[in-house]
């Protein structure tokens, strides 16, 4: 039986999920550890010549660089990098002088085959070990990766790699990808298996490799924790474990629980990765997986809005993540109904004859409920609330532009409920128009209150007074009212958010009056009193 080696992309693959901002001192810890571990090969992070190399990352812009942070080099380990094809300049890239990182992995799209193949054959006269590591490859005919395999021969690297970039490949294309590579790959070549973890399989199909397995050697990549984009990537620790257990393996697993403990999980609780429905979406469509996450990130869209959006994705469109394109038809998805133009006049004639207050979900809402219950017997306010009822007073309207909160609304209360027209319903009091009440920041684009705020101003109100509008904190207890409308993001997310309400809410009060009744923390309205509250 051929060997089995295990090479850990922690350091590459979940670099996505910080901006491969590990800290110098953190970039040799993970290496010692998995070395500690008995991990085979060890990926250090990208080899990139056009970018400006800092020493916190694990992107580099020479070998040299990220051999600074091997600091004991055992000799049953070998150490790699990653080339996305045209980030390398084979003329900057030094012979191979029998340094600790030997191996060059190069990744590339179909498109780029040719010239990508040529790189590779350069690295490999440099003296490097070449991994080929071709993009999607449920993307190439059969004919087209009968051809991709022979020309490998030609180059004869130390591996090739079955990859399955959007993690949607199922066990009979895995085995099919196998028996093809098998038979027609030189037999000294290593056959890799890199996979994601869309739809749970990266677990499942490493057994099916392992097990299709004679006598060709085996590289399976992984990550500590599944670190990576969207949904991650095969567990370290789980396949260790898995191959101690049933292919008498002797690797040690606390070294990879430490590493995780002392230095991920940090990373973890500031942007989460792993399995999500947004990322089976983006799998079952096979597209790239970042716009899950785009869409994801929008906190306005349910799953089945998701669905809705995928379908409309052009199939040319779906290998390479483009931010324009998936953003135009997200406007154009929320923009779909046509614009509600009963009950507009009775609106406006209320709107202009009394108090206007709105409410927003925040904790203060719940925490100050007296304070706005007696202003609003105090001033006879017309009460808007937010994406919810207030659950404290009946609110004369409620007004929602997010199609989440919308579908968890009772639906006793449309004959009161202002919406934006991205959501479907005929049955509401009035639809405004969505993509008129959206703003220039981008993670408050089509925020509820930014939304109404700026239609009151609209409709001519120029003093609002508002409770309720807290801001984000990143403790997600310490958000809303009611622990059911809590969403889970990003801590940066969160800071974007904020930043954005007090740009606009900056921006809006040179033209209108807008004071809160509540204690805001995170945000600066002026209060009540004249002082200004966050």
């Known amino acids: 039986m051929g060997s089995i080696q295990v090479l850990d992309c922690t350091l590459r693959d979940g670099?996505?999920?910080n901006e491969w901002e590990f800290g110098k001192h953190n970039i040799k810890k993970i290496i010692m550890g998995l070395e500690d571990s008995g991990v085979e090969i060890i990926e250090c992070g990208f080899l990139n010549h056009k970018i400006e190399y800092t020493e916190d990352k694990s992107r580099f812009s020479s070998l040299s660089q990220a051999e600074h942070f091997i600091t004991q080099g055992k000799r049953d380990t070998k150490y790699?990098?990653?080339?996305?094809?045209g980030d390398v300049d084979v003329d900057r890239l030094e012979e191979y002088q029998g340094g600790m990182i030997d191996g060059i992995r190069v990744a590339f799209h179909k498109e780029d085959l040719a010239e990508a193949l040529e790189l590779c054959r350069i690295i490999g006269v440099k003296g490097y070990k070449v991994y080929i590591q071709p993009m999607v490859v449920l993307d190439y005919t059969d004919e087209e990766f009968l051809i991709l395999l022979h020309k490998a021969n030609e180059i004869h690297p130390y591996a090739f790699y079955i990859v399955d970039s959007f993690g949607v490949m199922k066990k009979k294309e895995l085995i099919h990808l196998y028996y093809m590579t098998e038979h027609n790959l030189d037999k000294s070549i290593c056959i890799g298996f890199h996979?994601?973890?869309n739809m749970q399989l990266s677990y499942a199909n490493a057994q099916v490799l392992l097990e299709l397995q004679g006598n060709r050697d085996i590289i399976i990549d992984s990550s500590i924790f599944g670190m990576g984009r969207g949904a991650g990537n095969l567990n370290t620790e789980l396949f260790e474990q898995y191959l101690n257990d049933n292919y008498n393996k002797n690797y040690r697993i606390n070294p990879i629980l430490i590493i995780y403990d002392e230095i991920l999980s940090t990373f973890y609780n500031k942007k989460s990765w792993g399995y999500s429905l947004s990322n089976y979406l983006s799998a079952s469509y096979s597209?790239?997986?970042?716009?899950?996450v785009y869409l994801d990130e929008k906190n306005t869209l349910s799953i089945g809005d998701m669905d809705k959006i995928f379908q409309m994705l052009d199939s040319d469109k779906r290998n390479i993540f483009d931010k324009e394109y998936i953003e135009s038809l997200y406007e154009q998805y929320m923009s779909r109904n046509r614009?509600?133009?009963e009950s507009i006049s009775e609106f406006k004639r209320l709107l202009l004859a009394r108090r206007i207050l709105v409410i927003a979900s925040g904790k203060s809402s719940y925490l100050e409920k007296e304070k706005i219950l007696d202003f609003i017997q105090e001033n006879n306010c017309l009460v808007i609330s937010i994406n919810a009822d207030y659950p404290y007073y009946e609110s004369d309207y409620v007004?929602?532009?997010n199609i989440r909160?919308?579908?968890q609304i009772n639906k006793n209360l449309l004959s009161k409920m202002i919406i934006t027209s991205n959501i479907l319903s005929d049955k509401v009091y009035l639809v405004i128009d969505y993509d008129s009440y959206t703003n220039a920041y981008e993670a408050?684009?089509?925020?509820?209150?930014?939304?109404?705020?700026?239609?009151?101003?609209n409709q001519g109100v120029r003093e609002i007074f508002v409770a309720g509008l807290d801001g984000y904190s990143h403790d997600l207890n310490d958000n809303y009212a009611d622990d059911n409308m809590i969403i889970k993001t990003s801590n940066e997310w969160f800071d974007k958010r904020n930043e954005g309400l007090n740009r606009y809410i900056e921006e809006l009060s040179g033209r209108i009056q807008i004071s809160s009744l509540t204690n805001t923390k995170y945000i600066r309205i002026q209060s009540i009193g004249g002082g200004q509250d966050g």
Request: aromatic residues 20%; proline residues 2%.
């Open 339 to 341: 614009i509600w133009q």
């Open 287 to 292: 597209c790239h997986p970042n716009y899950a």
């Open 15 to 17: 670099g996505y999920c």
């Open 405 to 407: 909160r919308y579908k």
């Open 195 to 197: 996979s994601h973890n």
């Open 444 to 457: 408050v684009k089509d925020n509820a209150a930014l939304m109404l705020f700026k239609y009151l101003e």
């Open 80 to 85: 790699v990098c990653m080339a996305n094809y």
């Open 399 to 401: 007004f929602v532009s």
